[in-house]
C-alpha cells in the first residue's frame, strides 16, 4: 500500500493525536468521512449524467 508499514503509520498517527489531540479525532475522522461519501456521490453522478440510459424498444 504506497510502501507505507506499520511503523509509519504508527508515527503518522502520534504526529497527528500531538498536533489535534485526543478531543479532536472523532470531528476530523467525521468530517474525513462525509467528504469522501460526497465525492463519491459527485463521481457516480457525473458518471451516470455522462452514461445515460438507453431507450428501450417499446419507447420508439
Do not use: H, R, T
Request: proline residues 7%.
Amino acid at each position: 500500500m504506497f510502501g507505507i508499514g506499520i511503523p509509519e503509520l504508527l508515527i503518522i498517527l502520534v504526529i497527528i493525536l500531538i498536533i489535534f489531540g485526543v478531543g479532536k479525532l472523532p470531528e476530523i475522522g467525521s468530517a474525513l468521512g462525509k467528504g469522501i461519501k460526497n465525492f463519491k456521490k459527485s463521481v457516480s453522478d457525473q458518471s451516470d449524467a455522462s452514461n445515460p440510459p438507453a431507450k428501450k424498444e417499446e419507447d420508439k
